[in-house]
């Protein structure tokens, strides 16, 4: 009988010799692991840090990148408005020589003030860029700003009788509200 109890603590010595196991706690369970299993898993772990530094890195650049891009675009993006404005400006520099040189020709420097605001109204229109309508209209807090009221018996009340500013929207969005004045009720006087 004790040769029978030795051979299955030899058999669990040897065992442990062979397999070389590691002891991982896995959900209460305990689970051995070959010692070459255990090599392959680390492996693979190692693989996978390598891979997630290197996409990190590339994604880091990728995104500092994009941010140098952006920047460039933002400082650039007017570019072709700008280099039409300059166009205008050299009109406008024009006009201000002839009016230096003492022209008395009123109507031809009218003329010429008359043909720079064309290439302005040319130039906001080919940007998107139009105006907003407001004298006759009903105020609209969204385009319009109410700088003064004015009490009114011939229009409705709310409606926009004078204009101080014109407005502007570029595509659908308000660029520059009209500045106004709206209409309001004359108060009944009690006796």
Same mark, same amino acid.
């Given at each position: 009988?004790?040769? =029978? ?19 991982? &706690? ?13 090599? !392959? ?15 990190? =890195? ?12 952006? #920047? ?5 993006a007017? &570019?072709?408005?700008?280099?039409? +404005? ?12 002839? #009016?230096k ?6 109507? /031809? +420097? ?5 043909m ?5 109204y ?15 209209k &009903?105020?609209?807090?969204h385009c319009?700003?109410?700088?003064? &009221?004015?009490e ?12 101080? @500013?014109?407005?502007?929207m ?5 660029? !520059? ?5 709206? /209409?309001?009720?004359?108060e @009944?006087?009690?006796?």
């Open positions: 009988m004790s040769a =029978a109890k030795e051979k299955p603590e030899i058999l669990k010595e040897d065992q442990d010799k062979t397999l070389k196991s590691d002891v991982v &706690q896995e959900n209460d369970k305990t689970v051995l692991l070959k010692e070459s299993e255990h090599k !392959r898993l680390l492996a693979e772990a190692a693989e996978y840090k390598d891979k997630y530094l290197r996409l990190y =890195a590339e994604f880091e650049n990728a995104r500092k990148r994009m941010e140098r891009d952006k #920047a460039e675009f933002l400082r650039y007017n &570019q072709e408005l700008l280099a039409d +404005f300059l166009d205008i400006l050299d009109d406008l520099e024009r006009s201000l020589e002839a #009016a040189a003492k022209h008395e020709d009123y109507d /031809a +420097f009218l003329k010429g003030i008359e720079i605001m064309a290439h302005v040319d130039l906001l229109r080919k940007n998107d860029v139009a105006p907003i309508e407001a004298k006759g &009903q105020f609209d807090p319009h700003e109410a700088l003064m &009221q004015e009114r018996d011939d229009v409705e009340e709310g409606v926009v009788v004078d204009e101080f @500013q014109k407005g502007y570029l595509g659908e969005r308000v660029l !520059r509200t009209n500045k106004v004045k709206v /209409a309001k009720k004359k @009944q006087k009690s006796i």
